[in-house]
């Protein structure tokens, strides 16, 4: 099993940038997905972005291709999403998650962390 904690949320500006970190705790030396999501107000939760267990696969939901960044860093187990240029409609809780199946990341994964706030305002 795997133990997310994500941190890093807050209030910014648009145009902002921000750094979200998800440490993760218990077996994370097998071979998982690791991915972010979101769920904004009134909305159902969207997938965000995906990275494979050694850093080398990633994939971005088209929507936010360009913008969020995911990155890896295997020594401290911990998982990145760094947002460039941020828009109020980016407002929502950020998710981390992970996974053993590539399919399943990116839907239902089987790890979930509690989330951190993202509020941008305009």
């Known amino acids: 099993q795997v133990q997310l904690v994500e941190s890093g949320g807050g209030l910014v500006q648009a145009g902002s940038s921000l750094k979200l970190s998800c440490a993760a705790s218990?077996?994370?030396?097998?071979?998982?997905?690791w991915g972010w999501f979101r769920q904004a107000p009134g909305k159902g939760r969207e997938f965000v972005a995906l990275i494979s267990h050694g850093g080398a696969g990633i994939n971005y939901s088209d929507s936010m291709k360009g913008r969020f960044t995911i990155s890896r860093d295997g020594a401290k187990n911990t998982v990145y999403l760094q947002l460039y240029s941020l828009k109020p409609e980016d407002t929502a809780v950020y998710y981390c998650?992970?996974?053993?199946?590539?399919?399943?990341?990116?839907?239902?994964?089987?790890?979930w962390g509690q989330g951190t706030q993202v509020t941008v305002s305009s």
């Open positions: 218990g077996d994370t030396d097998s071979d998982y997905y």
């Open positions: 998650a992970a996974d053993p199946d590539i399919v399943r990341i990116r839907t239902t994964p089987a790890y």
